[in-house]
């Protein structure tokens, strides 16, 4: 029953953020009582409001895991959280307005791992090294995937074909974002090019492939599970050590590049941000709180269903997972720039 509450506060709020542009909520219109264990008002805090600001669009997978968190942190907290998406430049529009906000623990970064590599790449001189990590919520699985009615049936066709000369288009979330860093990796391992054609969400990328506007795309589990069962997408393979068990037909990477091995296990990563200098009692306030409804059997169920490995790293934890990414990624881009 809490899961069925949770997953129609969910799509409640993406249908309402679809219908109006930059407006966003987890649904409630009434202040959350503080249940009886809430992480209540120290040292002043929480405020009446904190805003969560996610990085990339309304229904997209980032989003996907946010709301539903949000609406189970606010009720531990006793306070609103209200969602916002600022999309734009591989999250850097958000992740900049967030930073420009006070260090107060009212206003929240909600993304994915993009942030990482916004100085290496030159998108932004501000990383998650400019904020505090609340909550690393988990990292997944991801593949190549192409439209029903491609001509390609393998990662090889596609690479060979890219080698050849034909123009083969990547649906791309932009530089810095999940299908770039991936076909950084292709091109590291294959020397394959793509014409990248830049989308402002996986989901709105998903669309691109099944319209046929473009040839293939980056997906994780979560965004192209159902299409794999409906047949609307071919997956030619995971980038994983070992099969993904509800999609045991689709190769691994390895079986037609073993040089991608060195770069496994990788895949992109979510997390709950507060802004460089916020008081550590503010932070674990929401750490505590956020890893609460982390913790929650709703929310892990959620998890599962996304197929999100779930990681829940708070602290210095988080931190070496992060540091530890961008050493791994860096490498890579190294390689082919």
Same mark, same amino acid.
């Given at each position: 029953?809490?899961?069925?509450?949770l997953l129609?506060?969910?799509l409640?709020?993406?249908?309402?953020?679809?219908?109006?542009?930059?407006?966003?909520g987890? &649904?409630?219109?009434?202040?959350?009582?503080?249940?009886?264990?809430?992480?209540g008002?120290?040292?002043? $805090?929480?405020p009446?409001e904190?805003?969560?600001?996610? *990085?990339?669009g309304?229904g997209g997978?980032?989003?996907?895991?946010?709301?539903?968190l949000?609406i189970l942190a606010?009720?531990?907290?006793?306070?609103?959280?209200?969602?916002?998406?600022?999309?734009?430049e591989t999250g850097?529009?958000?992740?900049?307005?967030?930073?420009d906000?006070?260090?107060?623990?009212?206003?929240?970064?909600?993304?994915?791992?993009?942030?990482?590599?916004y100085? @290496?790449?030159?998108?932004?001189?501000? @990383?998650?090294?400019?904020?505090?990590?609340?909550?690393?919520?988990?990292?997944?699985?991801?593949?190549?995937?192409?439209g029903?009615?491609?001509?390609?049936?393998?990662l090889?066709?596609? +690479?060979?074909a890219?080698k050849?000369? @034909?123009?083969?288009?990547?649906?791309?979330t932009?530089? &810095?974002g999940l299908?770039?860093?991936?076909a950084?990796m292709l091109?590291?391992? @294959?020397?394959?090019?793509?014409?990248?054609?830049p989308?402002?969400?996986d989901?709105?990328?998903k669309?691109a492939?099944l319209s046929?506007e473009?040839?293939?795309?980056?997906?994780?589990?979560?965004?192209?599970? *159902?299409?794999?069962?409906?047949?609307?997408?071919?997956?030619?393979? +995971?980038?994983?050590?070992e099969?993904v068990e509800l999609?045991?037909?689709?190769?691994?990477?390895?079986?037609?590049?073993?040089?991608?091995?060195?770069?496994l296990?990788w895949?992109?990563?979510?997390?709950?941000?507060?802004k460089e200098g916020?008081?550590?009692?503010?932070v674990?306030?929401?750490?505590?709180?956020?890893?609460?409804?982390?913790?929650?059997?709703? $929310?892990?169920?959620m998890l599962?269903?996304f197929?999100?490995?779930?990681?829940?790293?708070?602290?210095?934890?988080?931190?070496?997972?992060?540091a530890?990414w961008?050493?791994?990624?860096?490498?890579?881009?190294?390689?082919?720039?």
């Amino acid at each position: 029953m809490k899961l069925r509450k949770l997953l129609a506060g969910l799509l409640a709020a993406v249908l309402a953020c679809s219908l109006l542009a930059g407006c966003s909520g987890t &649904g409630h219109e009434d202040e959350p009582s503080a249940a009886e264990g809430s992480i209540g008002n120290v040292i002043g $805090y929480p405020p009446k409001e904190i805003n969560g600001v996610i *990085q990339w669009g309304a229904g997209g997978g980032t989003d996907s895991l946010m709301r539903p968190l949000s609406i189970l942190a606010q009720d531990i907290l006793g306070t609103n959280i209200i969602l916002t998406n600022k999309t734009g430049e591989t999250g850097s529009v958000a992740t900049r307005y967030v930073h420009d906000q006070e260090a107060d623990g009212a206003t929240l970064l909600m993304g994915a791992e993009n942030p990482v590599l916004y100085d @290496t790449l030159g998108i932004s001189d501000l @990383t998650y090294d400019n904020f505090e990590c609340v909550l690393l919520i988990g990292d997944e699985t991801t593949g190549v995937v192409v439209g029903k009615d491609s001509p390609y049936s393998s990662l090889t066709q596609l +690479v060979d074909a890219a080698k050849a000369g @034909t123009e083969v288009a990547l649906a791309t979330t932009g530089t &810095g974002g999940l299908p770039w860093e991936v076909a950084a990796m292709l091109k590291a391992v @294959t020397g394959a090019e793509f014409t990248q054609v830049p989308y402002d969400s996986d989901a709105s990328a998903k669309a691109a492939v099944l319209s046929g506007e473009c040839d293939f795309t980056i997906s994780k589990v979560q965004m192209g599970y *159902q299409e794999y069962k409906s047949g609307d997408y071919k997956w030619l393979c +995971v980038l994983a050590k070992e099969p993904v068990e509800l999609m045991s037909d689709v190769p691994l990477i390895t079986a037609e590049y073993p040089d991608f091995e060195k770069y496994l296990p990788w895949g992109p990563f979510y997390g709950v941000f507060v802004k460089e200098g916020t008081d550590p009692e503010v932070v674990k306030i929401l750490a505590d709180a956020f890893s609460k409804a982390y913790g929650d059997s709703s $929310y892990q169920t959620m998890l599962g269903y996304f197929y999100i490995n779930p990681l829940g790293y708070t602290g210095d934890a988080a931190e070496e997972y992060i540091a530890t990414w961008r050493t791994n990624t860096t490498d890579i881009l190294t390689k082919v720039n």
